[in-house]
């Protein structure tokens, strides 16, 4: 699938005060717009997620299945600040004709909903079918749906929150520790930090597994095992893999990101800017998530006017969204014909 990119070439005014001079979003599609625009599905992605939906979620979307685009017109956008495509801290700056580095400015899950509905306007669609993200995706999705209360018809938000918890930002600040304490990591490097990164992802696998998790897959080959466990290189093996398709500076900048999220700042409350929500709204949670735990999407799916909770029962905690993708796909598919049944009893 070949990636398209929009540029936006003025000055790009930040929530923290300061501004880009101008960025590029990175983004495919996927199917064709029917004749009355009506089949959008807009995928926002996670942490080190990419434009390429099927590359990374290939149980939802793809041929065949439930995100088909046979029938849906499917949008998935790089964010900003990330490192495959879109403007990012190793994207040139305009004006040194050298990387932004340590300099990128601080952004804001506010500011990348701004940055996507500009792409939105660019793409002449007018209204969103489905708005679907999970964990720092489903940030972006709720975010877009209380700065535009008529785009999104049907919101569908998976482990994910309305606010960053002191747990979270807690786990995400452990891993910037890691990656400071590596001595590369202020030389202005495409590599800087490489090192502190691989410990930070193995701090975030932590997170996005669990204890039970470890047991089941990281068991003991035996009894009379000193050394060379499995859950030691596993922890190894997650580092290395993201290093050599991630850099540290984009991990920085991103964590951050879902540091600063939070849908009340600016609108009274988190009650008051859930209550703004009009899109049918699903929040689904994962039983034995520690990051983003079921207690998170039970409080959207409580403030936002008319919403559904609903919870898959996984081993995997919060990478269940990314990979529990069957009973997934059972859940919206009911969802969506409850919504489908409604509409012809009006008729």
Request: glycine residues 8%; aromatic residues 12%.
């Given at each position: 699938?070949?990636?398209?990119?929009?540029?936006?070439?003025?000055?790009?005014?930040?929530?923290?005060?300061?501004?880009?001079?101008?960025?590029?979003?990175?983004?495919?599609?996927?199917?064709?717009?029917?004749?009355?625009?009506?089949?959008?599905?807009?995928?926002?992605?996670?942490?080190?997620?990419?434009?390429?939906?099927?590359?990374?979620?290939d149980g939802m979307v793809g041929p065949g299945k439930f995100y088909d685009p046979a029938q849906?017109?499917?949008?998935?956008?790089?964010?900003?600040?990330?490192?495959?495509?879109?403007?990012?801290?190793?994207?040139?700056?305009?004006?040194?004709?050298?990387?932004?580095?340590?300099?990128?400015?601080?952004?804001?899950?506010?500011?990348?909903?701004?940055?996507?509905?500009?792409?939105?306007?660019e793409l002449e669609i007018e209204q969103i079918y489905t708005c679907i993200g999970g964990s720092?995706?489903?940030?972006?999705a709720l975010e877009w749906s209380i700065q535009q209360p008529e785009l999104i018809q049907n919101?569908?938000?998976?482990?994910?929150?309305?606010?960053?918890?002191?747990?979270?930002?807690?786990?995400?600040?452990?891993?910037?520790?890691?990656?400071?304490?590596?001595?590369?990591?202020?030389?202005?490097?495409?590599?800087?930090?490489?090192?502190?990164?691989?410990?930070?992802?193995?701090?975030?696998?932590?997170?996005?597994?669990?204890?039970?998790?470890?047991?089941?897959?990281?068991?003991?080959?035996?009894?009379?095992?000193?050394?060379?466990?499995?859950?030691?290189?596993?922890?190894?093996?997650?580092?290395?893999?993201?290093?050599?398709?991630?850099?540290?500076?984009?991990?920085?900048?991103?964590?951050?990101?879902?540091?600063?999220?939070?849908?009340?700042?600016?609108?009274?409350?988190?009650?008051?800017?859930?209550?703004?929500?009009?899109?049918?709204?699903?929040?689904?949670?994962?039983?034995?998530?520690?990051?983003?735990?079921?207690?998170?999407?039970?409080?959207?799916?409580?403030?936002?006017?008319?919403?559904?909770?609903?919870?898959?029962?996984?081993?995997?905690?919060?990478?269940?969204?990314?990979?529990?993708?069957?009973?997934?796909?059972?859940?919206?598919?009911?969802?969506?014909?409850?919504?489908?049944?409604?509409?012809?009893?009006?008729?």
């Amino acid at each position: 699938m070949e990636t398209k990119f929009f540029d936006y070439k003025f000055t790009f005014s930040l929530e923290s005060g300061t501004s880009l001079p101008g960025f590029r979003l990175a983004y495919t599609t996927r199917g064709t717009l029917n004749e009355d625009r009506s089949n959008v599905v807009w995928v926002c992605h996670a942490l080190t997620g990419s434009a390429d939906v099927i590359d990374w979620w290939d149980g939802m979307v793809g041929p065949g299945k439930f995100y088909d685009p046979a029938q849906y017109f499917i949008v998935c956008v790089n964010v900003l600040g990330s490192c495959y495509g879109s403007t990012g801290p190793l994207s040139i700056h305009p004006t040194t004709g050298q990387p932004f580095y340590h300099e990128f400015p601080q952004v804001t899950i506010h500011d990348i909903v701004k940055a996507l509905d500009l792409l939105r306007q660019e793409l002449e669609i007018e209204q969103i079918y489905t708005c679907i993200g999970g964990s720092l995706g489903g940030q972006q999705a709720l975010e877009w749906s209380i700065q535009q209360p008529e785009l999104i018809q049907n919101l569908i938000l998976i482990a994910t929150n309305a606010v960053m918890s002191p747990w979270g930002i807690a786990f995400n600040e452990a891993q910037r520790m890691a990656i400071s304490a590596d001595p590369t990591w202020l030389e202005n490097r495409e590599d800087a930090g490489r090192a502190g990164m691989k410990a930070a992802r193995a701090v975030a696998m932590l997170s996005y597994r669990n204890y039970d998790t470890y047991g089941f897959t990281q068991a003991l080959d035996n009894n009379e095992q000193l050394d060379h466990y499995k859950a030691s290189s596993y922890q190894q093996y997650q580092g290395e893999k993201l290093a050599n398709r991630f850099n540290a500076y984009t991990y920085w900048v991103l964590t951050k990101v879902m540091d600063s999220h939070n849908v009340g700042r600016n609108r009274g409350s988190i009650t008051l800017a859930l209550e703004q929500v009009r899109s049918r709204t699903l929040a689904v949670g994962i039983k034995s998530d520690i990051l983003f735990p079921p207690v998170e999407q039970k409080t959207l799916a409580r403030h936002i006017p008319d919403a559904r909770y609903e919870e898959i029962d996984s081993l995997y905690g919060h990478d269940g969204f990314l990979i529990e993708t069957k009973p997934l796909t059972q859940i919206i598919r009911r969802w969506m014909e409850e919504r489908s049944l409604v509409l012809k009893s009006r008729f």
